[in-house]
């Protein structure tokens, strides 16, 4: 079975200053990750993914994530945060195999951005 | 297109009572889940189906059942609220390709007192 670690549950950094919240995940078999973010009294919604090719992955707002196999970890970062990126931010892992249709989420980092 | 729709957005429930959390989506999607989420826990799957008629236990599935007669529509039933239910419930669909993001609805939040 896969599993999912966060292990930040919080980070907070200034504003303009670069961030890595960290994601390692436990599968026997391929996996596809994501990142999802999580405003404020709203869902989830998908910040990137990485199916295959690139192991660097970026969204549209500036953050990007490294799959690494060797260290079962996709970290994300983001040269420079804005006070608009605060969010919780879940780390996602789903499995090619059989069990293709579960997706299973980490424990969150609630990112705090201060001016 | 109003994707995930998810009701109530608030309910209260005192022990021992039962309720149903209803979920429908409009993107035609074979796959949907359940999430429950409490602070410093992340999301744990409750329960998901791969299209209608199939549906499986996730990590949580205990207190809670579900059914998928229809495409659409996904609800989660509780038979008999306990306070460690009390939870944020989450609902959401994607398309069957393995690697398609997870379509979220805007959450239940319920209390059981």
């Known amino acids: 079975a896969q599993s999912v670690t966060q292990l930040d549950s919080q980070v907070p950094v200034f504003e303009e200053a670069p961030v890595e919240l960290r994601c390692n995940y436990s599968?026997?078999?391929?996996?596809?990750l994501f990142w999802y973010v999580q405003y404020p009294n709203q869902g989830l919604q998908l910040l990137l993914k990485?199916?295959?090719?690139?192991?660097l992955v970026e969204s549209i707002n500036g953050f990007e994530a490294e799959f690494n196999k060797s260290q079962t970890s996709f970290h994300l970062r983001k040269p420079s945060v804005h006070i608009s990126d605060t969010a919780e931010y879940f780390c996602?892992?789903?499995?090619?195999?059989?069990?293709?249709?579960?997706?299973?989420f980490g424990s969150g980092t609630r990112l705090s951005i201060r001016p | 297109n109003a994707g995930v729709t998810q009701t109530p957005k608030f309910r209260i429930l005192k022990i021992g009572q039962s309720m149903t959390l209803q979920c429908t989506q409009d993107?035609?999607?074979?796959?949907m889940y359940w999430y429950r989420q409490d602070p410093g826990m992340g999301l744990k799957l409750i329960y998901y189906?791969?299209?209608?008629?199939?549906?499986d236990k996730g990590e949580v599935p205990n207190g809670y059942n579900v059914s998928r007669s229809t495409t659409e529509d996904f609800p989660l039933r509780l038979e008999l609220a306990a306070p460690s239910q009390t939870s944020v419930y989450f609902c959401?669909?994607?398309?069957?390709?393995?690697?398609?993001?997870?379509?979220f609805g805007n959450g239940t939040r319920l209390t059981v007192t």
């Open positions: 189906s791969v299209g209608a008629g199939i549906t």
């Open positions: 959401a669909s994607r398309d069957q390709d393995r690697g398609t993001p997870l379509h």
């Open positions: 599968s026997s078999v391929s996996v596809y």
């Open positions: 996602a892992v789903t499995t090619y195999g059989s069990s293709a249709s579960k997706i299973i």
């Open positions: 990485y199916l295959s090719g690139s192991t």
């Open positions: 993107m035609n999607h074979n796959y």
